[in-house]
């Protein structure tokens, strides 16, 4: 046990120095200015103590932290609330972290509220690493195209938007003859043939379009048009794009596509819209390959 609460300050004191996760104490008068930090805090941000001591916390903001969670924070500190929130934070140096922060009341004996203490907790690593994997996810690691899931969600998007307004057509590509690719070849030239009409593909769309490698040999576009002249354009550009010869192994090899593309129509949800532009281009290749079809789906 302890000899007297003198010794039990000491330590406490102690333990909260030497604790990992940043804490600082304010005060609730003023522009609630920062009483006490530890050393982790002062690791966490760069700033030495006399440098952080005085000034209110939201000196660690920049242009990039969001304003909501600014808000939900000054709201949480007005009612004198706990309050979690992960919010983006600068150090000395201007080099941003993530920083997930406790930030609760102490009261008085009259139950007012005196001061707030927060613990802060260093997420840039853990953050990073989830967007890194919500990347891959949304990235064919192939071609750097769109992957079929980020594809899937932005029609669904897409289509939850149609009736605001918002147009948009739908597009299946799928090259002509490609297995022939592979026997001659091999399949690292095939992914090569893949590679190169990825990079084409995107070329030819605006910034606002998606360009999606479904799998294999397959490719889906969600353009930001109905306009038929427009899709029309479109497709003669990618078809030309991808008329021009591919070196594989030494050997200047043609590459052709087949496209469909569909005209969305209230009611179809993602899947059904995506079959229709498959059929489209399915359409294309018993026409003679090489070629475009634009449909309107039943019903628009």
Known sequence: MLANQNDLSDVLKQAVDAAT????ISSNEGDRPIMYCNRAFERLTGYPSNEILGRNCRFLQGEDTDPETRTRLRQAVDAGEEVDVVILNYRKNGTPFWNALNLAPL???QGHVTHFVGIQTDMTERIRLQHTLEEQV??????????RTHFMQALHTAVQDLNAGRLFAV???????FKAVNDAFGHDAGDELLRQVGTRLRECVRKE????????????L??????RQTLENLARRLL????????????????????????PAA???AEELLAAADQAMYEAKRAGKHTFVIRNCPGS
């Open 21 to 24: 996760n940043g804490i600082v």
């Open 107 to 109: 009261h008085d004996s």
């Open 138 to 147: 949304h990235t064919d690691h192939l071609t750097g195209l769109r992957s």
């Open 171 to 177: 597009g299946f590509a799928d090259l002509d003859d």
């Open 209 to 220: 379009d998606i360009v999606a490698r479904l799998a294999g040999d397959e490719f889906a």
């Open 222 to 227: 969600l353009v930001r048009t109905t306009e």
């Open 240 to 263: 030309k794009s991808l008329e021009r010869p591919v070196r594989l192994q030494g050997v200047q090899v043609r590459v052709q596509a087949s496209l469909g593309l569909i005209l």
């Open 267 to 269: 009611g179809m949800d």
